[in-house]
């Protein structure tokens, strides 16, 4: 496999898309307004971001690989990796694609940097609810980052109209069963990792994934399912978007989101798991060492899942031998990681998933988007939460991707202080139930 900082001598400035560096350079701009990388020329600019090489030995100089691939056009990149190939396609359900473009049609400069901003826009326009849509890119840009580039079958997205497919050459390069925590990132192409994250699209800390899970968990989707093909070196990963058939009691469903990493779903191949019906729902062992829970729990669980659907331990299992897909955005701030560690540790951490609805989840959208907001920003949409409701520590750093004591230090504190919030129980700043509320008070003034 070619590894992306591969610096290709041969190929110089003129077998790069000026327009697509100019949007990379307008969009890091608006990022990091008073970086200093703003000032340099374009060469030295691409240099500093990763995308040009020098030998040292020889004094040779070139575009590297990533850079190739976020920057140049189709017909360049295929002389380097005969096998590139770009697609989104999209159907109603039958045989016919109401919508196809690939990196060969001519139309566009088919490297993955234009790509990724042309599937945004779709996806942004065709999902109302921008928590879904956010998910949804995210995975695309998992996809794009983790793929093998050099391998067959290319990378390809497909919407159908009860759920996404996102299908990439590689397999993942850390165990499944731990697919849906925190681990410690394994880059296949880390100078695309470093373009990517430098416009605060994506991050390293091997989150991105359970983030998607947590998020479809909470519309009550099925969770995202994942196949690797070891014959074919190719990775799938499926996002449904039709809701789980069995239903709970809200006092189960806190234990359920709450007490375990959710169920996961396995498919042997992508067309038999296409052709399943929508209400046959497939699923998998329990994450046993995500949380730490009680034995009882797991027991009534067990039973209560075994009266209504019968599982099939033999059919459905994780593949231990295969890799780990996407595990590769989140947040540098190791504060986080640890935060997300003492979740699994310690259950008062745990957030009721129950009480946060998708409203909420949707006026913190941005929060989660972008890891560095202004003050003022992060503010006003602390505020917004309150509007609708009363809301725990534990609840805004959950909405927010944010540390308790971040979130607490940096605004909340303030927002007492100014008077626009106020304390549930004012006189028992350490109850166990201590909320934050909008002060209306503070509007009348």
Not at 153 to 167: N, R
Not at 228 to 248: G, I
Not at 386 to 409: H, I, Q, S, W
């Amino acid at each position: 496999m070619l590894q992306d900082n591969l610096i290709l001598e041969h190929y110089g400035l003129n077998e790069l898309n000026f327009d697509t560096i100019k949007s990379y350079r307008d969009r890091f701009a608006e990022v990091k307004p008073a970086h200093p990388w703003n000032a340099l020329e374009t060469k030295e600019f691409l240099y500093k971001v990763g995308a040009w090489g020098k030998v040292r030995d020889t004094h040779k100089e070139g575009v590297t690989l990533a850079g190739l691939l976020l920057f140049s056009e189709e017909r360049i990149i295929t002389e380097v990796l005969p096998q590139y190939f770009l697609e989104y396609r999209e159907s109603k359900g039958n045989e016919e694609w109401t919508e196809r473009f690939t990196s060969q049609d001519g139309t566009w400069s088919g490297n993955i940097f234009d790509f990724y901003f042309h599937i945004h826009e779709i996806v942004r326009n065709s999902e109302p609810q921008p928590s879904i849509a956010s998910s949804l890119t995210e995975v695309l840009i998992n996809m794009l980052i983790h793929a093998d580039y050099n391998g067959e079958g290319g990378v390809i997205l497909e919407k159908q109209p009860s759920h996404y497919v996102f299908s990439n050459p590689g397999l993942l390069l850390v165990p499944t069963d731990s697919v849906f925590s925190n681990t410690v990132s394994q880059l296949r192409n880390p100078n695309i990792v470093k373009l990517f994250s430098l416009l605060g699209l994506c991050e390293r800390s091997g989150s991105g994934l359970k983030k998607v899970k947590q998020n479809w968990s909470l519309h009550h989707y099925k969770t995202p399912a994942i196949d690797q093909d070891v014959s074919m070196h190719r990775t799938v990963v499926m996002l449904s978007l039709s809701t789980q058939e069995r239903q709970v009691s809200s006092s189960e469903k806190d234990t359920y989101n709450t007490s375990i990493d959710d169920l996961g779903n396995n498919f042997k191949d992508v067309e038999k798991y296409q052709n399943t019906p929508e209400n046959d729902v497939e699923i998998d062992s329990y994450n046993k060492n995500e949380y730490s829970y009680n034995k009882e729990l797991i027991e009534e669980l067990k039973s209560y899942n075994n009266d209504v659907n019968s599982f099939n331990k033999k059919d459905n299992y994780y593949n231990n031998e295969s890799d780990l897909y996407n595990n590769d955005i989140s947040s540098y701030n190791n504060n986080h990681n640890s935060y997300n560690n003492e979740q699994g540790e310690n259950s008062s951490n745990l957030v009721n998933v129950e009480n946060i609805d998708t409203k909420l989840w949707d006026i913190a959208a941005l929060a989660r988007e972008k890891k560095r907001l202004s003050p003022n920003q992060m503010e006003h949409i602390i505020l917004e939460l309150c509007k609708e409701k009363p809301l725990m520590l534990k609840e805004f750093a959950y909405l927010l991707e944010r540390t308790p004591d971040g979130v607490r230090n940096n605004y909340l504190t303030k927002l007492l202080r100014k008077g626009q919030l106020q304390l549930k129980y004012p006189n028992q700043p350490n109850h166990p139930k201590q909320a934050y509320l909008f002060n209306k008070k503070d509007i009348e003034k």
